[in-house]
């Protein structure tokens, strides 16, 4: 059987008086290196791509939600309501259906969404919320929809 040695590789580690590498990543010719490593900071912490994203991804959001407002408005102009019987209605904006309005035994009206929404503090008020006439119930939906 014949061995064969492996061959060495063709990076050069630096070497210090104890014949170990100093900084074993880093080769020993610097113009083997590629030419765009951003240079170190005084602090000596490498240079962080991401350092900045922070304040352009919150615009970027802002601007994202001001835009989706802005088209939920244009849809919500249009409102039609249908009667499923007489004391529920179904409530659609611009062809889109928003949920339901039903009359409670006390002839107040709730809404009922059936759009996904966040459970907090004004999504609760606003279902436990009794509305004297259906317009006013489905008014109040149409708003619901543009504040979630």
Do not use: H
């Not at 990543?25 to 610097?30: H, V």
């Not at 919150?58 to 409102?79: F, G």
């Not at 409530?91 to 907090?120: C, H, Q």
Request: glycine share 6%.
């Amino acid at each position: 059987m014949s061995f064969t040695k492996k061959p060495k590789s063709k990076v050069n580690i630096t070497k210090n008086k104890n014949g170990g590498g100093s900084v074993p990543w880093l080769p020993a010719n610097i113009k083997n290196l590629p030419k765009n490593i951003p240079p170190f900071k005084k602090n000596r912490t490498f240079f962080d791509p991401w350092s900045g994203i922070g304040g352009k991804v919150d615009k970027m959001n802002e601007t994202l939600k001001l835009k989706t407002l802005e088209a939920k408005q244009r849809k919500s102009k249009t409102i039609k309501y249908k009667k499923i019987s007489s004391w529920e209605y179904e409530v659609s904006a611009t062809d889109r259906p928003l949920g339901m309005i039903k009359e409670s035994i006390n002839n107040r009206w709730r809404i009922v969404p059936s759009f996904k929404y966040e459970e907090d503090f004004y999504s609760q008020m606003a279902m436990k919320e009794e509305y004297y006439s259906f317009r006013e119930a489905g008014n109040a939906l149409v708003e619901f929809w543009l504040n979630s």
